[in-house]
């Protein structure tokens, strides 16, 4: 499994943090940023954005300092279902009903739940339940039809 991350500098540590912890378990690519150096986490929710779009990568990791800036980023690129996670029982909803490609986080998060609920996100399916494939089509038909490049 290929799966991209990326950050702004507050969300640095964590994303490096989380880059070694996945190093063995998946192919990571890693969108940056490259250190604690102020940057503006768009720049970096894009390139993400973009990959799991484009399918160069199956899933992605946004951190941030609250994950919510970084979260309505990942949502302005088209495919994108980036879903802001602050437990294990977020991201299993996220992935189970939501069927979301991108998880983000905020800096913050303790280390040991991060780890936690990052594997969730990597190995908890879409319940392929008809209600929530039902509202999955619908998202996307609107994507399809108002989206403007």
Request: glycine content about 6%.
């Amino acid at each position: 499994m290929k799966i991209g991350i990326a950050s702004d500098h507050r969300g640095y540590l964590l994303k490096e943090k989380l880059v070694q912890y996945l190093k063995d378990k998946v192919d990571i690519i890693d969108f940056g940023t490259d250190s604690e150096e102020s940057v503006d986490y768009p720049d970096y929710a894009f390139r993400l954005g973009q990959a799991v779009s484009q399918k160069e990568v199956l899933r992605g990791i946004a951190i941030c300092g609250s994950g919510i800036g970084i979260s309505i980023a990942c949502n302005k690129v088209k495919g994108v279902r980036a879903g802001k996670v602050n437990s294990l029982k977020d991201v299993i909803a996220t992935r189970k009903d939501n069927d979301a490609n991108i998880i983000c986080l905020s800096e913050d998060t303790d280390y040991l739940l991060a780890q936690e609920m990052v594997d969730a996100f990597l190995t908890t399916p879409f319940s392929l339940e008809e209600r929530h494939k039902k509202r999955i089509e619908k998202i996307t038909k609107y994507e399809e039809e108002h989206y403007v490049r």
